[in-house]
């Protein structure tokens, strides 16, 4: 859906042209006699695409001029589709290669373009699909690369707009990540659950992520942990042991640390309750679908229950490493695991200090603690 599209509501009579959109989820929509209704996005459906061309509207949102723009991949059928969110008012120039992975030793690498074209404003456009049989081709080495800008109407009537540079991502799809379903998760890019790799969110800086903002040294060890200047050590984490050795990453598995080995990493970490992630930051994953191979015969309770003792057992493993810092992702969803979450350091952990984790590593749905 984007600013110009005509919809319908869902629940109600009526509709009209898309015209913006003012708040995350909900859209402004313009009815025939002039009326600016707001709308949440789910119960509008398109009708006809494009029937106002967006640069004849005045885009104007609580973000401003400042760029949020994701990747999603989210499961269609028995397949994957790969899809761009643009969540700010510049269009974008996108285009989305891949290497072919296989060039022998000094030989060039190779790279094939799979799709290019322009995402308008708000736009959430699907760029190409691929089944289970395709999925190391598409697997790769991804290089994502966007240019951000506004279209004029004319020499005269140029729109006002910051120059925004080339946005560029690099990175390793890992075909494991798409075929576990505790990757897919609620987000603010898509209405069903995805795997989102964020390329861009300058809005990261205006959350609030410290729960005591005077505590200078949990601010200063936040910003090392996105410089990456910082590998977190624990009983558990990766880092330095008394004689100096650098240790390897480790995980918590059935009551005990182990060693993570490169080659058993997969296989261990499937197992592991506690991660430790590539930044060195201690994580668990508290969804039911990461925790259980099925939840069947198990209601809400049972369930929440069960990720609650999860929660406790991390905490216990982590409790006595003064500093340690542990992430404990638990959704958006409907509030319940975070709000049981943040009960339970109030009464059985209130040394500890917790704040939202990173917005651009976790969204929403993530919780450090400090221990």
């Not at 996105?226 to 598995?253: P, V």
Request: proline content about 3%.
């Amino acid at each position: 859906m984007k600013i110009g599209d005509k919809v319908r509501f869902l629940n109600q009579t009526g509709g009209g042209i898309v015209v913006g959109f003012s708040k995350k989820g909900w859209v402004t929509v313009e009815d025939e006699e002039g009326f600016e209704i707001p709308v949440p996005e789910r119960e509008c459906v398109v009708v006809e695409e494009n029937v106002v061309a967006s640069e004849k509207k005045n885009i104007q949102t609580k973000d401003g001029e400042k760029l949020n723009i994701a990747l999603a991949y989210t499961k269609a059928g028995a397949g994957f589709v790969c899809s761009i969110a643009n969540e700010c008012n510049y269009s974008i120039l996108v285009t989305y290669t891949v290497s072919n992975g296989n060039r022998s030793a000094g030989a060039p690498a190779e790279y094939f373009t799979l799709y290019a074209g322009e995402i308008l404003p708000y736009e959430r456009k699907e760029m190409f699909k691929f089944g289970r049989e395709e999925l190391n081709d598409f697997s790769k080495r991804v290089l994502v690369r966007a240019i951000p800008f506004k279209r004029g109407t004319g020499i005269k009537k140029i729109a006002p707009a910051a120059l925004k540079p080339t946005i560029e991502k690099d990175f390793i799809l890992d075909p494991m990540n798409l075929l576990k379903d505790g990757m897919y998760k609620e987000n603010d890019y898509t209405p069903d659950k995805s795997y989102i790799i964020t390329l861009v969110n300058e809005n990261v800086k205006e959350l609030p992520l410290l729960q005591n903002e005077e505590d200078e040294r949990l601010k200063q060890a936040l910003k090392e942990k996105f410089q990456g200047e910082a590998a977190t050590s624990a009983a558990g984490g990766a880092g330095n042991n008394s004689s100096g050795r650098k240790e390897g990453a480790k995980a918590f598995i059935n009551g005990r640390w182990v060693e993570v080995s490169k080659g058993k990493k997969d296989e261990v970490e499937e197992k592991a309750l506690i991660k430790t992630s590539s930044t060195g930051i201690l994580e668990v994953d508290l969804h039911a679908s990461a925790l259980l191979e099925t939840t069947a015969g198990m209601d809400n309770t049972a369930i929440l229950k069960y990720q609650m003792e999860k929660f406790n057992e991390a905490m216990k493993a982590v409790l006595r490493k003064k500093g340690q810092r542990i992430v404990f992702i638990h959704g958006k969803g409907d509030g319940v695991l975070r709000k049981a979450i943040l009960t339970e350091l109030k009464t059985k952990y209130p040394a500890c200090k917790w704040q939202d984790a990173s917005f651009k590593e976790y969204g929403y749905g993530a919780t450090m603690i400090t221990m």
